[in-house]
């Protein structure tokens, strides 16, 4: 009988939970060491694509996920300052009836809590809070972990494989598989969460909207369960913001001369203001240290599958870590299943920021084409995001 495998992951986000419950699955031991005091609530709204439900649904989460996520019966998208929305992609039922599982949006932080009550579950996991450093040596095999917490408790830990889900700014990266940092991406997020009720007259709530504007876009999602509306606005702005700035004076004028997006500014508190960063890298791992998520591929969120990337990279991973007999070959066999497909969904999301950004004349020709296209051809053109099913 082959001895239980230990596996420590840094970060517990989204891909790091994803990862360590499918290895617990597995029977394997997981450590997490996760550098905040507690699991983080901040965050926004995130689409979870067919795909991605694909993934979580193997973790006999689906019916934990339905009480904290919405299914949207369309996707109205508005040109600037147009009263009506060009067009409504289908999703709802419609998209159900197409994949087989749910379309659905969520807070982020319903679904890292969500994943989090999964976790302290299991016999299988556990979990540091508050972790200050950590190191690791004889990187080729069998990593010798060390950490130690804020509190003065310090660990160290004989590991199969080191994993980290640290994020854009991942020391796991940066620190000991020789990774390039993170890069500004030249776009900025503004989000805010909005009740429900105000919002009412301004946006079909049963719907997801995606608002067009030259030189910006913006996307609101309903979150019945907060009884809020998440809503995210995207611009382009110069280098000098730099990440360290969480807020900025005000957005560009121009946000402001779209009539619905002037009321969705009248009716908000205020607006974070996120510079989004990106990892470009073909680097996912050095002998038994492997990334997962955004440490690995960071990318823009306008085909809204960053999230989504993370969770299948913990699924097709976690049995790759289990069934190899070394950690680097489960590394090289991930890379080599992941790395094109992860690619092709960064350029995607790349290409749209250009067209949702799109000024005169440009955009009418974009306009006349996505209205020519339908309500349903978004099911085919991306059919090769959503019909991906990570446990093939």
Known sequence: MQKTRTFCIAGAGVAGLTLALALAKLKAKVIILERNEQIQEFGAGLQLGPNAHRALNSLDLEDDLQKVSFEPDGLDIFSFKQKKPLITLKLGATARKK?????????????????Y???????????????????????????????????????????????????????????????????YSGYVAWRTLIDMPKLQDVLDLNNT????????????????????????IFTKESMSVGFGIRQAPSL?????????????????????????????????????????????????PFQAQGAAMGIEDGVILAPLLINEKTAVISFEKYENKRQERVTKVINTSASNGKIFHMRAPFSAARNATVKMQGSMNHFSRLGWIYDYNPLD
């Open 117 to 183: 009550k999964k976790a302290k579950k299991s016999k299988y996991i556990d979990i540091y809070f508050d972790v200050q450093n950590f190191e690791i040596s004889n990187i080729q095999e069998n990593p010798l972990v060390s950490f130690k917490c804020k509190d003065g408790f310090e660990k160290e830990i004989k590991t199969h494989a080191f994993i980290g889900a640290d994020g854009v700014c991942s020391a796991t990266r940066t620190n000991f598989i020789n990774g390039p940092q993170s890069k």
């Open 252 to 300: 560009p004028t121009s946000v402001n001369a779209d009539p619905r997006l002037s009321k969705i500014l009248e009716l908000a508190d205020e607006f974070k203001h996120w510079p989004l960063a990106a990892v470009k890298t073909s680097t996912w791992h050095k002998g038994a240290v492997g990334l997962v998520g955004d440490a690995a591929h960071a990318m823009l």
């Open 209 to 232: 909207s995606l608002m067009w504007g030259a030189g910006f876009h913006a996307v609101a999602y309903p979150l019945p369960h907060r009884n809020k509306v998440n809503i995210a």
């Open 99 to 115: 994949f087989g599982v749910a379309y659905s949006v969520i807070h982020r932080a319903d679904l890292v809590q969500t994943l």
